[in-house]
C-alpha cells in the first residue's frame, strides 16, 4: 500500500530531511525538526505524490481518506484536542509546501475546524472572546477567498467599514461585537456570492483546504514563479496539515520570522522581526510594521519598540538555542517561523535561508573557518551564476547624492530608473526600453512580475523580511524596504516626501546596501573582488585544473579581467579593436579599397593602431599568454550603411563617393556569417594577414622593452574560420616570414605560436590534419554551433523558445553547449588534434566558455583552458573549480540563493544572438540578468551602443 501521509510531532516523526521530493521542504523539515526534539506542533504531510495525483486523475487515492483519518487521531492524541469538539477543539492549518521553495507563491488555509460551536468553546478555553472571534473571521475571509474562490475585496470592503463605523484604524482596534457582526456578514456575503452556505463541517472544511493547496500548485502565480525560477512543472507541492498554535492570544503570544544569520550581508548575527499579538501572516504581509529580535539590531536600527530580548527574555533564550542547534544540524543559515503562545515557544518552519550572493560568500567562508564545512563544501555552496549578483554597480563613494528618504537595506546592489507605481506599468515601461524602479507601500505576490521587470524596489511598509524585500533578495535586485517617510498618491501618480513632490516617471537612484532613497541619477561604481569574496575565489582556484581566460580586446576589458583573476587572453577579436570613435572609417577604407594599393595604404594607416592596441595587452597582462585572431569582419557588420557613412568614407579616402558606393553593393552577401570572412579574407588579400602580424610582432617586441618584468611574450596568433589546411600553410607562411623579417628589423629574437580556431565542422573532422601545423586549437563554439546547426547566430532568438516549449531543445545551444552534436565534435576533434601533437594546448573561446554547464563539459572533456568574457571571469573561475571538485567525488550542495534566469528564454528574452558575439551575447547575458546594463554598453561594449546588429554610427 503506498503511504501517502506521514506523521509528526511529539519527539518523533516518520519523515525526514531527505525526502523533500515526497513531503516538499516544508513537511520534510518539520518532520526533522520533531525528530530532534524541537517543539514543533503536531501534525501530517499529505505527500507530493497526492499532488500529482490529484491534477493527473482529477480525484484523489482510494486509500487516502483512510490514512488521513488515522494521522487525525494521532494529531489528536497528541495534540490533547478533538477536531469539531464543542469543548476542546482541535483547529489545523493547511500549508502549501513545494521541493523547491515558492514563497507566497501557493496557499494556506488556517484556523480550519472553526464553526459557530468551536469558535465558543475557543472563546472559553482562551479566556478570549474578541480573539475566537478575530480567528473566526480571519478563516472564513481566507477560506472564501482561497477554497470558496469569493473575491476578497468584499470581506476588505466590509472589514473597512467596520473600522470607519467604529472609529478605528487597525484591525485589532475592532471589538468583540464588531468581530460577531463581521462573522454574520461574512457568512451571508458567502451565501449571496455562492448561494451556498459557508462550510461548517470541520471535516468538509479540511478537504476544502487539502484540495485548495493542490490545486494552488497551478494558479497562475505559482505557474510564473517556476517560470522565472527554472522549476520543473511537475513535482507538485505537499499539504501539511498541523496543529494550530496561535501568537495573537494576547500580549505574550507573538509570531515572528528570522534568519540564523543576516541574510543580506551574511553577518553572524540572529536576524529577524516578530510583531505582538499577531499571526504569522502579519510579519510577512508588511502591514504593521514589525519589531526586531535583538537589542543590538534594534539600538542599530533606532527603533523604540521593545526587542523580543527585552519583552521575554526566557524564549529569546530559547530561540537562540534553536538557533544554535539548527545551524549545527543543517551546517547552514537557516530561515526560521516560530510562533509564541502565551509564553511558549513553537517552530513552525525551518529551511535553508535565502541569502543575498554577498551573504551566501561571507557565510561558506565564516562557516569554514568556525569548522562547521570544508573549503570544498564552501566552494560547491554557490551556483556559479550567483556570482553575477555581486556585479551589481554601487553608488560611487564620492557621488554627489541627495538623500530623500531612508529605509531598510533590504536587498544590496543600487538601481536607478524612472518611478511607476503599478506592476503591469513596470513591465509596459521596460519593454519600451525604459528602466524603473517600481515604488509600492507594500508589494504581493501579484507583483511579481512588476518587481521582475523593475530595475530595484521601493516600499513604504514593511521589514526585511517582507514580501518585497524577500523577493527582491531571491531576484537579485536592489530593494529599499519600510521608507515610511514617503507617501504615495497611486491615483495622482505623485511620490511625496515632505515637501519635495516626484511625479510618476521622474528618475529615483536607491541604494539597497543602505536603505537610503537618493533623487536623480546617481553615479555608480563597480565591485572588486575583495574580502570574503576574493577568500572563497582563491579556495576555488586552489581545486581549479582549468585554466580561465578572458576574451578581451579593449585595455578596460583587459584590467578588469586581470582583476577577476583571468589567467591569460584567449580571444582578442582584432576586428573589434575597431569599432571605437573614428577607427571604424579606417577599417572600412580597408575593406571597401579596390585595389592592393588603396588596401595597402589603408592598412598602413591601421598597422599603428593595430600595435599600439597589441603591445598595451601585452604589457597589462605581462608574460601571461595572449591570443590574438586575425581580422575575422564579417562584412554585414562592417559596410557602410547609410548614404552619410558612404560619404563619410569616401571623403577619408579621398575617392569618390560612387565608387565607394559600387564597391559596397559588390561586397554586400546575403549571410555573411558563411562569406568572405576569417582566414578567406587573409587568402584573397594576403597583405591584411601580413598586416597584423606585423603588428602582433612588433608590439610583442616593444612590449619586451617596456613591460614590467621586461620579458618578451609569446604571441599566439589564431587563425579563424579555417577549413582546410592548406589554407592555414598559406596564413601560417605569412606570419612566419612577418615574423622572422620583424625579428631582423627590431634586433630581438622571441617566440610565437600559430594555432587556428575551430569554428567549422569540417575543421573539427580534419584536426589530425591542421594539428600538424597548428600549435594550438581553439574552439569557436559560437561559430561552431552555428555551422553545426545550421542555425543562424542572428536569427535564432524569434523562434527558440517554441522550440524549448515543444521540448526539441532544452537549452539554447548559443548558451549551453550542445554535447550531443557540438561536444561530439569538440571531442573528435581532440582526439585527432592530439594523437597528431599529443603536447597540443586547447581551449575554448565562444561564449560557452563562460556557462557553467559548458565548462563542466570542458572540465571532463580535459580542455586546458576557458575563455569569456571579463565578467564571467570569476563565474567561469568557480565552475570550474565545482567541476574538478565535483569529477573527484565532492558533492554539489543544493544552492539557496538566487539565481539569475536563464537569458535565453523566457518573456524577458532580448538576447540576439548576433556575430558581433562578445560584445552582443554579454550584453544579453546582461540584460538577461538584469545588472550591469548601463556600463555594458557604456564601457566595455561602446561599439554595441547602436544595438547589436548593426556596426556603430560614424554620427
Ligand atoms: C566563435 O565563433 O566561437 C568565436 C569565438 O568567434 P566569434 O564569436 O568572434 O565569431
Ligand atoms: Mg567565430
Redo the contacts with the bound molecule.
Keep these: 500500500m503506498t503511504k501517502w501521509v506521514y506523521n509528526f510531532g511529539a519527539g518523533e516523526a516518520e519523515g525526514h530531511a531527505e525526502i523533500k521530493d515526497l513531503l516538499g521542504n516544508k513537511g520534510a523539515n518539520l518532520a526533522e525538526m520533531a525528530s530532534i526534539g524541537l517543539p514543533v506542533p503536531p501534525g501530517f504531510t499529505l505527500t507530493t505524490e497526492v499532488c500529482s495525483h490529484f491534477e493527473q486523475t482529477g480525484s484523489y487515492p482510494q486509500d487516502l481518506k483512510e490514512q488521513v483519518q488515522k494521522a487525525l487521531q494521532i494529531l489528536e492524541s497528541r495534540a490533547g484536542c478533538k477536531f469539531g469538539d464543542s469543548e476542546n477543539p482541535l483547529l489545523v492549518s493547511v500549508r502549501s509546501g513545494a521541493r523547491a521553495r515558492m514563497p507566497g507563491m501557493m496557499d494556506t488555509v488556517l484556523n480550519v475546524g472553526l464553526n459557530a460551536k468551536t469558535v465558543e468553546a475557543l472563546a472559553e478555553q482562551s479566556d478570549d472572546r474578541r480573539f475566537a472571534f478575530d480567528s473566526y473571521r480571519r478563516f472564513i475571509q481566507m477560506y472564501a477567498d482561497i477554497v470558496l474562490g469569493v473575491d476578497a475585496c468584499h470581506f476588505e470592503k466590509m472589514l473597512q467599514r467596520a473600522k470607519q463605523k467604529r472609529g478605528v484604524k487597525q484591525d485589532h482596534e475592532l471589538q468583540v461585537e464588531d468581530l460577531e457582526r463581521l462573522v454574520r456578514d461574512y457568512k451571508t456575503r458567502v451565501f449571496v456570492e455562492l448561494g451556498e452556505e459557508f462550510p461548517t463541517d470541520p471535516q468538509v472544511q479540511l478537504w476544502g483546504a487539502i484540495g485548495a493547496v493542490f490545486k494552488s500548485w497551478t494558479n497562475p502565480r505559482a505557474k510564473t514563479y517556476r517560470e522565472l525560477h527554472d522549476i520543473p512543472e511537475e513535482g507538485g507541492t505537499a499539504a501539511n496539515v498541523q496543529a494550530m498554535v496561535f501568537g495573537n492570544m494576547g500580549h505574550d503570544s507573538a509570531s515572528g520570522v528570522a534568519f540564523t544569520r543576516n541574510p543580506s550581508n551574511g553577518d553572524n548575527h540572529f536576524y529577524g522581526e516578530f510583531l505582538l499579538n499577531a499571526q504569522g501572516e502579519d510579519v510577512v504581509a508588511g502591514i504593521r510594521t514589525p519589531s526586531e529580535l535583538t537589542m543590538q539590531a534594534r539600538m542599530a536600527h533606532g527603533n523604540n519598540s521593545p526587542s523580543l530580548e527585552e519583552k521575554m527574555p526566557k524564549v529569546f533564550r530559547e530561540l537562540m538555542a534553536i538557533r544554535d542547534q539548527l545551524e549545527k544540524h543543517y551546517k547552514d543559515v537557516q530561515d526560521i517561523e516560530f510562533t509564541i503562545q502565551k509564553g511558549k515557544l513553537y517552530m513552525l518552519q525551518t529551511r535553508s535561508g535565502k541569502r543575498t550572493t554577498q551573504a551566501a560568500i561571507q557565510i561558506a567562508v565564516d562557516m569554514t573557518n568556525e569548522g562547521l564545512i570544508t573549503k570544498q563544501q564552501a566552494v560547491m555552496r554557490l551556483h556559479p551564476s550567483q556570482i553575477d549578483q555581486l556585479l551589481h554597480p554601487t553608488i560611487a563613494e564620492n557621488a554627489k547624492k541627495q538623500i530623500i528618504a531612508k529605509g531598510l537595506p533590504a536587498s544590496p546592489g543600487a538601481a536607478i530608473g524612472k518611478v511607476v507605481f503599478c506592476a503591469d506599468e513596470a513591465v509596459q515601461r521596460v519593454s519600451d526600453g525604459e528602466k524603473v524602479i517600481l515604488v509600492r507601500n507594500e508589494t504581493s505576490p501579484d507583483d511579481i512580475h512588476g518587481l521582475h521587470a523593475a530595475e530595484g524596489v521601493l516600499t513604504t511598509r514593511g521589514g526585511m523580511t517582507s514580501h518585497a524585500a524577500v523577493v527582491a533578495r531571491s531576484m537579485g535586485r536592489p530593494c529599499v524596504a519600510g521608507a515610511g517617510h514617503l507617501e504615495i498618491d497611486e491615483a495622482a501618480g505623485k511620490l511625496k516626501i515632505g515637501d519635495l513632490v516626484l511625479e510618476k516617471g521622474d528618475k529615483l537612484s536607491i541604494d539597497g546596501s543602505t536603505g537610503e532613497v537618493l533623487l536623480g541619477e546617481v553615479p555608480t561604481v563597480l565591485p572588486k573582488v575583495t574580502g570574503a569574496f576574493r577568500t572563497l575565489m582563491s579556495w576555488a582556484d586552489e581545486y581549479r585544473t582549468m585554466q580561465v581566460r578572458a ?1 578581451a580586446e579593449t585595455k578596460a576589458d583587459a584590467i578588469l579581467a586581470k582583476d577577476f583573476g583571468a589567467e591569460g587572453i584567449g ?1 582578442v ?1 582584432t ?2 579593436m575597431f569599432f571605437a570613435g573614428m577607427r571604424i572609417t579606417a577599417m572600412r577604407q580597408m575593406i571597401l579599397a579596390s585595389d592592393t594599393k588603396d588596401r595597402k595604404d589603408a592598412l598602413h594607416r591601421l598597422l599603428f593602431m593595430q600595435r599600439e592596441d597589441i603591445t598595451e595587452l601585452f604589457q597589462i597582462m605581462d608574460g601571461q599568454p595572449v591570443t590574438i ?1 586575425l581580422f ?1 569582419p ?1 562584412l554585414h557588420e562592417f559596410l557602410p550603411n547609410t548614404e552619410a557613412e558612404l560619404s563619410y568614407v569616401a571623403r577619408a579616402a579621398g575617392v569618390p563617393v560612387e565608387r565607394v558606393r559600387r564597391r559596397a553593393t559588390e561586397l554586400r552577401e546575403f549571410n555573411p556569417m558563411l562569406g568572405h570572412r ?1 582566414c578567406r579574407l587573409a587568402i584573397t588579400y594576403p597583405e591584411i594577414c601580413e598586416m597584423q602580424a606585423r603588428a602582433i610582432f612588433g608590439a610583442a617586441a616593444e612590449a619586451g622593452r617596456t613591460s614590467p618584468s621586461k620579458k618578451t611574450p609569446v604571441a599566439e596568433v589564431m587563425v ?2 579555417v577549413a582546410t589546411l592548406e589554407e592555414f600553410k598559406i596564413i601560417k607562411g605569412i606570419i612566419d616570414k612577418t615574423a622572422a623579417a620583424v625579428q631582423k628589423e627590431e634586433n630581438v629574437n622571441f617566440t610565437y605560436r600559430v594555432g587556428t ?1 575551430i ?1 567549422l565542422p569540417r575543421a573539427a573532422l580534419q584536426a589530425g590534419k591542421l594539428a600538424e601545423e597548428a600549435e594550438f586549437f ?9 555551422t553545426t546547426y545550421g542555425l543562424s ?1 542572428d536569427d535564432t532568438g524569434t523562434f527558440m523558445s517554441d522550440y524549448k516549449a515543444k521540448g526539441i531543445m532544452a537549452q539554447d545551444p548559443f548558451v549551453t553547449l550542445d554535447e550531443e552534436g557540438v561536444g561530439e565534435l569538440i571531442k573528435v576533434a581532440m582526439n585527432r588534434g592530439l594523437s597528431t601533437r599529443p603536447d597540443m594546448k586547447m581551449g ?5 566558455g563562460g556557462d557553467p554547464t559548458s565548462i563542466d563539459f570542458c572540465q571532463r572533456t580535459g580542455l586546458n583552458y576557458v ?1 569569456c568574457s571579463p565578467y564571467r571571469v570569476p563565474i567561469a573561475r568557480l565552475a570550474a573549480a565545482q567541476s574538478a571538485l565535483k569529477a573527484q567525488g565532492e558533492r554539489v550542495t543544493e544552492t539557496r540563493a538566487a539565481r539569475p534566469r536563464n537569458p535565453s528564454f523566457g518573456p524577458w528574452c532580448r538576447l540576439v544572438s548576433t ?1 558581433a ?2 560584445c552582443a ?1 554579454f550584453r544579453g547575458f546582461l540584460e538577461g540578468s538584469g545588472h550591469l546594463r548601463e556600463f555594458s554598453a557604456e564601457k566595455s561594449l561602446g561599439c554595441l551602443k547602436g544595438g547589436p546588429r548593426q556596426p556603430p554610427s560614424l554620427f
Design positions: 576574451n580571444l577579436r576586428e573589434h585572431r575575422d564579417p576569417g579563424p574560420l580556431m569554428e581553439s574552439f569557436g563554439t559560437n561559430d561552431l554551433t552555428q547566430r575554448i573561446c565562444g561564449e560557452h575563455s556575430r558575439s562578445s551575447r
